[in-house]
């Protein structure tokens, strides 16, 4: 469950926020009335923002699959460089 907070309260009580935050789950802090922030947990944080998938699964999904792309290097020498 989240609370909302006003941002002076929170920034009075922000040692209490972050504890609540961190048990209870997400506070969400207003600014003039009107949601700004929401102080969640690191744990919370990592959940979120984790990737859906691994590397080698993201490739697999791909639109660019079984597309050819050519690698090859030039061979041509670099451009001169001016000092």
């Known amino acids: 469950m989240h609370k909302t907070w006003q941002l ?8 209490n926020l972050v504890k609540i935050a961190e048990n209870e789950g997400p506070q969400i802090v207003t600014k003039n009335g ?3 922030v929401v102080i969640i947990s690191v ?18 999904k791909s639109p660019l699959r079984g597309i050819n ?15």
Request: net charge positive; hydrophobic share 25%; charged share 40%.
């Open 69 to 83: 792309i050519d690698v090859k290097r030039s061979k041509n020498p670099s451009r001169p460089v001016r000092i």
């Open 34 to 36: 009107k949601e700004t």
């Open 8 to 15: 002076q309260d929170a920034k009075n009580k922000f040692s």
């Open 43 to 60: 744990e919370e944080y990592k959940k979120l923002t984790k990737p859906k998938a691994n590397l080698f699964e993201f490739i697999q």
